[in-house]
């Protein structure tokens, strides 16, 4: 093969180690040595299709964990819809490039994707076709919907007096490997027959020979998660209701997308199927909401420190009763020993004659005991009982002020 560059730089470096979109743009190495396109284009895809070093894996991974992280922090604003290749997936086969059929990279990262304007369009383009009915069900889908959601249309006549764009803004689509050293691209081959006769220069007859075409695509199995994120502020008020179900709406039009029109290009032919994956799905859902328990366990920590220590203690006491609440357990009504011993020793601490309590620290002990106690130690559901114990922890002298 023949490099288009400097002798300094071909004598001495290999380009094994690229990412497959500098294999086939910058660095593309399928020349002849007369500087003619190949004959054979297939042993230049393969180059290609077979390049995908460990660290353009890892630069994979790292923007789709980029990606995933930003749509968490989005909160109610975003949307992710996990998914997986059913049939190969090709895109920006008209670019220009010397095999003839290009390929969507992402530059400077020389990676495979579908750029997020391509995947709204036919988003956009399944959600008209579920609100025209003729698919049956609309699934909440309207002409008015569109508009808010996706922008004016090209033949929409307010495109030109009232342009404004839709509520909905739709990321980049990147493509990982089935598994870890599985491959990222592969060569597909498309056979027309009659060559002659679709270019007007023959007739179509049985002996007329196929020309084989190859061309890249993302193979069948890989992952892929779809992002969109919504600006309230764009949805009008008297369509305030998509503001709630917006995320039903995009599910219904990504399904009918996925399995019948097919994204990036040939999906005439059956390229570009998705459908959603339940495993990377529950994946990301347990991740979800373990980086939720973890957030909500640090808000918690940060507002029991910026607590007086009267309160603190307090909100100690209720978390050690509400743990014994999920846990469906009661304490024994023991004055020695666990919930209830540890109710009589904040009564006493508060009601002492040197303490720092003040009456609104007591008041707020004598709420938390009466809630929480009747449902954590046995018999205290009892109103004699109950009775017996309000005396004992002298919750009136408590609610003193």
Request: charged share 25%.
């Amino acid at each position: 093969m023949t490099y288009a560059l400097p002798d300094y730089l071909a004598k001495h470096v290999r380009f094994d180690d690229c990412p497959p979109g500098h294999r086939f743009g910058l660095y593309f190495d399928g020349w002849e040595a007369d500087w003619q396109k190949p004959t054979n284009k297939t042993p230049a895809f393969r180059t290609v299709a077979d390049s995908l070093p460990a660290h353009s894996r890892a630069a994979l991974k790292a923007l789709c964990q980029r990606q995933a992280t930003l749509a968490a922090s989005l909160g109610a604003s975003g949307f992710s819809h996990p998914a997986r290749l059913s049939a190969p997936l090709a895109t920006g086969l008209g670019n220009e490039h010397p095999l003839e059929n290009g390929f969507a990279f992402l530059n400077p990262h020389g990676l495979p994707y579908l750029a997020g304007s391509g995947v709204k369009g036919v988003i956009r383009r399944a959600a008209e076709k579920l609100a025209s009915g003729d698919w049956g069900d609309t699934a909440g889908w309207t002409e008015e919907a569109i508009r808010i959601l996706f922008g004016l249309g090209e033949e929409d006549p307010e495109r030109d007096s009232n342009p404004r764009r839709g509520a909905l803004m739709f990321w980049d689509l990147f493509f990982q490997p089935a598994s870890d050293q599985g491959p990222l691209l592969s060569v597909e081959i498309m056979t027309p027959h009659h060559s002659g006769y679709l270019q007007g220069t023959g007739t179509p007859h049985a002996n007329e020979s196929p020309n084989p075409i190859p061309f890249l695509a993302v193979p069948a199995g890989c992952q892929c998660t779809i992002h969109a994120q919504c600006n309230p502020a764009l949805i009008p008020t008297e369509a305030a209701v998509l503001r709630e179900n917006w995320r039903t709406l995009l599910e219904a039009a990504i399904e009918l997308a996925g399995a019948w029109l097919g994204f990036g290009a040939k999906s005439a032919v059956g390229y570009g199927r998705i459908g959603q994956d339940e495993a990377l799905r529950k994946k990301l859902a347990q991740e979800a909401a373990e980086r939720a328990k973890a957030a909500e366990e640090a808000a918690r920590k940060a507002a029991k420190a910026s607590l007086s220590p009267q309160a603190r203690v307090i909100a100690e006491f209720i978390e050690r009763c509400e743990n014994k609440q999920k846990a469906k357990q009661k304490d024994p009504l023991n004055p020695g020993t666990g919930l209830y011993a540890a109710a009589l020793q904040l009564s006493k601490e508060a009601r002492a004659a040197d303490s720092d309590w003040s009456p609104q620290d007591r008041m707020q002990l004598a709420e938390a005991l009466q809630k929480w106690l009747p449902q954590v130690i046995e018999k205290l559901d009892r109103k004699d009982e109950w009775k017996d114990a309000r005396k004992k922890l002298q919750i009136s002298a408590l609610q003193q002020t």
